[in-house]
């Protein structure tokens, strides 16, 4: 585990410093800006797996940098970096899928849609909404409270019985009142500072899933999810620009996002057995707390 970890993280750096190196002078950039940028894709990677909203890290971490160039276009590329790492992550998975509709399977494509439709509408109805409120830090801190009630509610299902629910061998069970439930926690997830994943994985806990089928199921529907939101916001992302960041520094930050995601997702995996779900609740429910006196 830690020489993995300890791998991923020492290319995460020489590519973070490579690209600062390499595109500083043309970029016309600060150092310490070229800096905040790779600081951010280091938080997305972290955040967007952990149970702790990447969303809400962000808004807080360009709040405290002072960070305003980049803006959307930049939120777009890092968490396609981290797409990509839940794409390598499960693979095998991913790959299941592409077969499935080949082979008359079609259970697990319609279990995707139904778990997708709810963040969809949501999206696309009150796009305009969420948009205003995602720069705010009140509204990130009220989002980090929330993940720190969905957490605990989510380690209670699974401390209900005396032992957890045993994994599954091979796919995770597909069941469409799963996919329902999970669904709408993944919708409710596009407030800035509610986790996608800790929200999603007590959604499963709720529903009687062990630890593992419920990450598993959470990180797979996640992709057509970011997928969409991506193209979504890739008109305005792309009118928008990076600002002075060029794409150089972008591309670095997005693959630096990838390769600490790819790290996290591995660790996240590895202890969720270990019911470490009240300690990140705990975390939320204090930078929460410090957002909504800071923002109000």
Not at 58 to 87: C, N, P, Q, R, Y
Request: proline share 4%; with cysteine.
């Amino acid at each position: 585990m830690l020489p993995m970890i300890d791998a991923a993280m020492t290319g995460a750096a020489a590519v973070g410093r490579t690209a600062a190196q390499g595109v500083q002078d043309a970029a016309g950039l600060a150092e310490g800006d070229v800096w905040n940028v790779f600081f951010l894709a280091i938080i997305q990677g972290l955040t967007e797996f952990l149970p702790v909203s990447s969303s809400g890290h962000l808004v807080l971490g360009k709040s405290v940098m002072g960070l305003e160039t980049g803006g959307l276009a930049l939120d777009v590329a890092l968490h396609l970096g981290t797409l990509g790492a839940i794409v390598w992550a499960f693979r095998r998975d991913v790959l299941s899928l592409l077969r499935d509709p080949f082979e008359g399977r079609y259970m697990s494509w319609v279990w995707l849609v139904v778990a997708t439709l709810p963040v969809a509408v949501i999206g696309l109805v009150f796009k305009d909404s969420i948009t205003a409120a995602a720069g705010t830090v009140f509204a990130a801190g009220c989002g980090l409270l929330v993940t720190s009630v969905a957490l605990m509610v989510g380690e209670f299902s699974r401390r209900k019985f005396d032992a957890p629910a045993a994994p599954t061998d091979g796919p995770p069970p597909l069941r469409l009142r799963d996919a329902v439930v999970m669904g709408l926690a993944q919708a409710a997830a596009i407030w800035p500072g509610v986790s996608r994943s800790g929200s999603t994985i007590s959604a499963g806990l709720i529903r009687g899933l062990s630890a593992e089928d419920a990450a598993r199921l959470s990180f797979l529907m996640s992709i057509p999810a970011i997928s969409g939101a991506a193209i979504v916001e890739l008109p305005s992302a792309i009118s928008e620009g990076f600002g002075e960041l060029n794409s150089l520094v972008v591309l670095g930050a997005a693959v630096l996002a990838g390769l600490v995601g790819w790290s996290a997702l591995r660790m996240l995996l590895l202890v969720l057995r270990k019911g470490s779900f009240p300690y990140f609740a705990g975390y939320c429910a204090v930078l929460g707390t410090v957002a909504l006196i800071v923002g109000g």
